[in-house]
C-alpha cells in the first residue's frame, strides 16, 4: 500500500486501503472465498477484483467514506467486467460476496 501522500486525498486512501482489505478478507482463514483465480487477468482474478472493487464502495458508504471517482475507474471496472462474458449474472453473485466482506470488516472495526 503506498503512503497517504501519494494520493489526491484521504478518501482516495481509504477507499484504496478497503479494496485491497477486502481481498485480504477471501484467504481460508477468514470468509475462505475461490472465485478461481489462477493468474493475472483471468476470469477468476477478474471475478476477485469486482468483489473487492464493490465491497470497497460498500465500506466507504458504511463510514461515511465519499471518494471522487477517477476516470480510471471506469476503465478499469469495464476491463474486469469483460472477462466474465460467460456468466452476465455474476454480478449478483459478486455483489453478496462484497456484501458478506464488507461486513466482516466492519465487524472487525467495531470495538469488542
Same mark, same amino acid.
Given at each position: 500500500?503506498?503512503?497517504?501522500?501519494?494520493?489526491? /486525498?484521504?478518501?482516495?486512501?481509504?477507499? @484504496? *486501503? @478497503?479494496?485491497? &482489505? *477486502?481481498?485480504? @478478507?477471501?484467504?481460508?482463514?477468514?470468509?475462505?472465498?475461490? *472465485? $478461481?483465480?489462477?493468474?493475472?487477468?483471468?476470469?477468476?482474478?477478474?471475478?476477485? !477484483?469486482?468483489?473487492?472493487?464493490? $465491497?470497497?464502495?460498500?465500506?466507504?458508504?458504511?463510514?461515511?467514506?465519499?471518494? !471522487?471517482? &477517477? !476516470?480510471?475507474? /471506469?476503465?478499469?471496472?469495464?476491463?474486469?467486467? !469483460?472477462?466474465?462474458?460467460?456468466?452476465?449474472?455474476?454480478?449478483?453473485?459478486?455483489? @453478496?460476496?462484497?456484501?458478506?466482506?464488507?461486513?466482516? *470488516?466492519?465487524?472487525?472495526?467495531?470495538?469488542?
Amino acid at each position: 500500500m503506498p503512503e497517504p501522500a501519494a494520493f489526491l /486525498d484521504h478518501e482516495s486512501y481509504y477507499a @484504496t *486501503l @478497503t479494496h485491497e &482489505l *477486502l481481498h485480504w @478478507t477471501k484467504h481460508e482463514t477468514r470468509l475462505k472465498r475461490d *472465485l $478461481g483465480a489462477k493468474m493475472f487477468g483471468d476470469e477468476g482474478y477478474a471475478r476477485e !477484483e469486482i468483489v473487492a472493487e464493490l $465491497g470497497s464502495a460498500f465500506v466507504c458508504a458504511a463510514l461515511g467514506i465519499c471518494p !471522487e471517482p &477517477l !476516470e480510471e475507474h /471506469d476503465s478499469y471496472l469495464s476491463f474486469w467486467v !469483460e472477462r466474465m462474458r460467460d456468466d452476465p449474472k455474476y454480478i449478483f453473485k459478486a455483489v @453478496t460476496h462484497a456484501q458478506h466482506a464488507a461486513d466482516f *470488516l466492519l465487524a472487525k472495526a467495531q470495538p469488542t
